[in-house]
């Protein structure tokens, strides 16, 4: 099992950045493969992105392609979300979870959910 807390939100501007960060503990954090997701205010949870254990596969919805960058450090037990040019409809709570098979997307393929962490960009 793994917990994971989220950190790194806030309130930005348009246009504006933020680095999100996910910290692990318990077992075997470089075996999962890691993901974000969002919720905004009465929609359905969404994925945002991924990447595999080792790092090799990493995987964009279209939406965050050229603007999010997924990372993680598994020394460290973290997984980033690095979130460029954001926009008012980036609006939302970010978690972060953990899937115990590469190449997932789905909400239901994630085992291991954090809290969450509000993420509000202004007009």
């Known amino acids: 099992q793994v917990q994971l807390v989220e950190s790194g939100g806030g309130l930005v501007q348009a246009g504006g950045s933020l680095r999100l960060s996910c910290a692990a503990s318990?077992?075997?954090?470089?075996?999962?493969?890691m993901g974000w997701f969002r919720q905004a205010p009465g929609k359905e949870r969404e994925f945002v992105a991924a990447?595999?254990?080792?790092?090799?596969?990493?995987y964009y919805v279209d939406s965050a392609k050229g603007r999010f960058s997924i990372s993680r450090d598994n020394a460290k037990n973290t997984v980033y979300l690095q979130m460029n040019s954001l926009k008012p409809e980036d609006t939302a709570v970010y978690y972060c979870?953990?899937?115990?098979?590469?190449?997932?997307?789905?909400?239901?393929?994630?085992?291991?959910w954090g809290q969450g962490t509000q993420v509000t960009v202004s007009s």
């Open positions: 979870a953990a899937a115990h098979y590469s190449g997932r997307t789905s909400v239901g393929a994630y085992d291991y």
């Open positions: 318990g077992r075997s954090f470089s075996a999962y493969t």
């Open positions: 990447i595999s254990s080792g790092g090799g596969w990493i």
